[in-house]
Nanobody
Framework: QVQLVESGGGLVQPGGFLRLSCAAS????????MSWFRQAPGKERELVAT????????EYADSVKGRFTISRDNDKNILNLQMNSLKPEDTAVYYC????????WGQGTQVTVSS
């Protein structure tokens, strides 16, 4: 059974940082390209960052480039997202999935950036 469990969200002030994690199980995580998505209130879910299976290449949305870093630990089946210099517009529920959203969505983790 495929399971994605996101964690690490919270309330942070502008300019602050958070580190999100996604614990994956039930599929060949180490062979899968993985992504982080986010969905802000009233907006469609958007792709934030993608990392290839071996972790050596990644891509980012222009809105987060230079501030966010995606990484993975294939031994532990964990996907991470280090978020620095957070802005209020980063407020959203964050999810992990394949870039094509082929897996059942997890519950997500709420990130709120506010003073």
């Amino acid at each position: 059974q495929v399971q994605l469990v996101e964690s690490g969200g919270g309330l942070v002030q502008p300019g602050g940082f958070l580190r999100l994690s996604c614990a994956a199980s039930g599929f060949a995580f180490g062979m899968a390209r993985m992504s982080w998505f986010r969905q802000a209130p009233g907006k469609e879910r958007e792709l934030v960052a993608t990392i290839v299976s071996d972790g050596f290449n990644s891509e980012y949305a222009d809105s987060v480039k230079g501030r966010f870093t995606i990484s993975r630990d294939n031994d532990k089946n964990i996907l991470n997202l280090q978020m620095n210099s957070l802005k209020p517009e980063d407020t959203a529920v964050y999810y992990c999935n394949t870039p094509w959203s082929t897996l059942d969505w997890g519950q997500g983790t709420q990130v709120t950036v506010s003073s």
